[in-house]
T-cell receptor
Framework: GQNIDQPTEMTATEGAIVQINCTYQ??????LFWYQQHAGEAPTFLSY??LDGLEEKGRFSSFLSRSKGYSYLLLKELQMKDSASYLC??????????WGAGTKLIIKP | GAVVSQHPSWVICKSGTSVKIECRSL??????MFWYRQFPKQSLMLMAT?????????EQGVEKDKFLINHASLTLSTLTVTSAHPEDSSFYIC???????????FGPGTRLTVT
């Protein structure tokens, strides 16, 4: 079966760094997406990885290891506005997104 | 960037009535559109996938006669919740993808409350 695992909730301090992990099992693989979703709003795109390695985009970076079925989202210099749910989604061989349940990130001052 | 709109943003309807939600891609041709439902504090649940000009493919457990999806053009898909019940109250989100892009662009969502 297809499955995405990510922690349910994480807490971090403003200004710090947090890493949100995601493991996936899919029928075929066409890339790994990370989305941010604030409460009551639709998801917004953060990153897309299809090759192994680290992609850096400002304060956010995303890493992928295809052999391990593993990705992480790294958030640096945390700000209060980063409090949100972070959704990991893997694209399978049919180009369908398989969604994780999301990680609720709580930022404390 | 690619923009997807949804209308209405929120709607309150009485039990037994039908509600239509529109999803439009404003600056690109959406060959595929997706409809999701999200209950409070839960992740996105894919309801159906629709390709322009063809019938929607529904996920297991989603009643196709209750959730009618039409994708008649490359810029518009509609979801009609027929004979709505309070348990259909949820956040409905559409997303769209064009032929040349793997990324799904999300609409802002529609909050449906059935009383």
């Amino acid at each position: 079966g297809q499955n995405i695992d990510q922690p349910t909730e994480m807490t971090a301090t403003e200004g710090a760094i947090v890493q949100i992990n995601c493991t996936y099992q899919t029928s075929g693989f066409n890339g790994l997406f990370w989305y941010q979703q604030h409460a009551g709003e639709a998801p917004t795109f953060l990153s897309y990885n299809v090759l192994d390695g680290l992609e850096e985009k400002g304060r956010f970076s995303s890493f992928l290891s295809r052999s391990k079925g593993y990705s992480y989202l790294l958030l640096k210099e945390l700000q209060m506005k980063d409090s949100a749910s972070y959704l990991c989604a893997a694209m399978d061989s049919n180009y369908q997104l398989i969604w994780g349940a999301g990680t609720k990130l709580i930022i404390k001052p | 960037g690619a923009v997807v709109s949804q209308h209405p943003s929120w709607v309150i309807c009485k039990s037994g009535t039908s509600v239509k939600i529109e999803c439009r891609s404003l600056d690109f041709q959406a060959t595929t559109m997706f409809w999701y439902r999200q209950f409070p504090k839960q992740s996105l649940m894919l309801m159906a996938t629709s390709n322009e000009g063809s019938k929607a493919t529904y996920e297991q457990g989603v009643e196709k006669d209750k959730f009618l999806i039409n994708h008649a053009s490359l810029t518009l898909s509609t979801l009609t919740v027929t004979s709505a019940h309070p348990e259909d109250s949820s956040f409905y989100i559409c997303s769209a993808r064009d032929r040349s892009d793997y990324e799904q662009y999300f609409g802002p969502g529609t909050r449906l409350t059935v009383t």
